[in-house]
């Protein structure tokens, strides 16, 4: 169930982009894609993102020596049901978009030195509540998801990518309560145009706080 394996790294830009699970991770991927030249590395995101990527001529590139060539020919033709298998091979092969550090350094090599690292991170108890409504919905008991989801979804976990040794490896964090804000900080210091934030994976729900919703 290793599924904690996503980044990009820019070294135009001296950067890289952990990605951690529910936290908005993908809207600031989509985002910073378009800022990319030949040489950085974009994982892919999903099947469906990396069409409409595409779309816009932006392909993932520099994540596998081996399934590269074969992503980027089911992409161009488009093709969904050609392109899924492949992607499990890449989330199987440990380096995607949710990649752990020691994925990252080995992958991008002296860059992981002199890189700006940062990452998204949000309250465990809402990202706990967001995984449960995105995952069940509002299929039986709430509370026999959330204790499911807490215990056993790897998705709920974020310290892993950006804590090594006991150390915070991250430079910054941009948090999932104040996401805009947060981005417009990381990408004026990055010297980026000023984005604004796709609603990626959103999910129209009530959106009471965690704390008015756990006992």
């Given at each position: 169930?290793?599924?904690?394996?996503?980044?990009?790294?820019?070294?135009?830009?001296?950067?890289?982009?952990?990605?951690?699970?529910?936290?908005?991770?993908?809207?600031?991927?989509?985002?910073?894609?378009?800022?990319?030249?030949?040489?950085?590395?974009?994982?892919?995101?999903?099947?469906?993102h990396?069409?409409?990527?595409?779309?816009?001529?932006?392909?993932?590139?520099?994540?596998?020596?081996?399934?590269?060539?074969?992503?980027?020919?089911?992409?161009?033709?488009?093709?969904?049901?050609?392109?899924?298998?492949?992607f499990?091979?890449i989330?199987?092969?440990?380096?995607?978009?949710?990649?752990?550090?020691?994925?990252?350094?080995?992958?991008?090599?002296?860059?992981?030195?002199?890189?700006?690292?940062?990452?998204?991170?949000?309250?465990?108890?809402?990202?706990?509540?967001?995984?449960?409504y995105f995952?069940?919905?509002?299929?039986?008991?709430?509370?026999?998801h959330?204790?499911?989801?807490?215990?056993?979804?790897?998705?709920?976990?974020?310290?892993?990518?950006?804590?090594?040794?006991g150390k915070?490896?991250?430079?910054?964090?941009?948090?999932?309560?104040?996401?805009?804000?947060?981005?417009?900080?990381?990408?004026?210091?990055?010297?980026?145009?000023?984005?604004k934030?796709?609603?990626?994976?959103?999910?129209?729900?009530?959106r009471?706080?965690?704390?008015?919703?756990?006992s």
């Amino acid at each position: 169930r290793v599924r904690l394996d996503r980044m990009i790294a820019s070294r135009r830009h001296n950067f890289i982009f952990i990605k951690t699970m529910k936290t908005a991770g993908t809207s600031i991927e989509m985002a910073l894609s378009p800022h990319w030249r030949p040489d950085d590395i974009l994982t892919p995101i999903s099947v469906g993102h990396d069409i409409e990527r595409a779309a816009a001529g932006i392909y993932p590139r520099h994540f596998s020596d081996t399934l590269e060539r074969p992503y980027h020919k089911a992409l161009r033709k488009g093709n969904p049901k050609l392109m899924r298998p492949i992607f499990r091979q890449i989330t199987a092969s440990g380096f995607w978009a949710h990649a752990l550090p020691s994925a990252i350094k080995d992958r991008v090599g002296p860059l992981w030195e002199s890189a700006f690292k940062f990452t998204s991170e949000r309250h465990p108890y809402e990202k706990a509540l967001s995984l449960a409504y995105f995952t069940f919905r509002d299929d039986g008991d709430f509370v026999t998801h959330l204790q499911a989801t807490v215990e056993d979804d790897p998705r709920y976990v974020g310290h892993v990518h950006y804590i090594v040794g006991g150390k915070v490896i991250a430079d910054a964090f941009i948090r999932h309560d104040t996401l805009q804000a947060d981005f417009e900080v990381t990408t004026d210091r990055l010297n980026l145009p000023r984005i604004k934030l796709p609603n990626e994976r959103y999910i129209e729900r009530d959106r009471t706080p965690a704390r008015d919703v756990l006992s």
